[in-house]
Structure formats: C-alpha cells, structure tokens
C-alpha cells in the first residue's frame, strides 16, 4: 500500500471507530446520566450553600473549596470524609440511593462556631 493510500485508509478507518463510538464506548457513555457538580465553600462557621438536594441514583460531583484554612468534610451516611484544603479544590463523588436527608458536617476544629459547620443533602425521587 501506498503512503497516500494508507493516510485514506486510516482516515476512513478513524472515522469508522469516530461513528461507532470508539467500538461500541460510545453507546454505553450515552445511556450513562450527566454527572452534576455542585460547588461548595467550606468557610468559618458554614457550608455555603448549607443544603442541596439531589435525585436518588443521580451522579453528583461535589467541589468543596476552603478559602479560610483547612476544614473538613464528613457524611457518615454516604461513608465520605475528606479534608479541604485551603486554594484546592476537593472533589467529592457521590450517588445517593434512597429518598431523605442525609447530614453532612465539618470535622477539623476551626474555632468558636465550629460546632455549628454543618449541612445537609436532600435526596429526592
């Protein structure tokens, strides 16, 4: 095979594996729902914002940034617990599979206040 005939064929074959979705990848990534992301600030003395609801079986992505220093963040129901860092941001995946609220807290001690650094997710159908 010639060079120009092989830079064709590889074309045609590039665009054959483009339509089918890289052999079939691309069916299964299409059934799959959209992952969301909900950005949260981790800040003394509260979560901002302190409450989000989700669907049951939806893909959440958390990003949890702490502009004042380090804090922490734990939801025991989920079995998630994590540390923010201050200027980084933590991602937090989640999918929650029942209905209700579930609390989330920090748990690194920031000062007066932080007994009250919680929040929730509330899962819905």
Not at 40 to 60: D, H, L, Q, S
Request: with cysteine; aromatic share 8%; net charge negative.
């Amino acid at each position: 095979m010639h060079s120009e005939e092989r830079r064709a064929w590889l074309a045609r074959a590039w665009r054959g594996l483009l339509a089918v979705g890289f052999l079939g990848a691309g069916s299964y990534a299409a059934t799959q729902p959209a992952e969301r992301v909900v950005r949260i600030t981790a800040k003394k003395f509260e979560f901002v914002p302190p409450e989000i609801t989700v669907k049951r079986g939806e893909p959440v992505l958390l990003e949890l940034t702490a502009p004042d220093g380090l804090m922490g963040f734990k939801c025991p129901a989920l079995g998630l617990r994590m540390d923010i860092v201050p200027d980084k941001v933590t991602e937090v995946r989640l999918v929650a599979d029942k209905v209700g609220k579930i609390a989330f807290y920090c748990d690194v001690f920031c000062g007066d206040g932080h007994e009250d650094m919680d929040g929730t997710i509330t899962v819905v159908d």
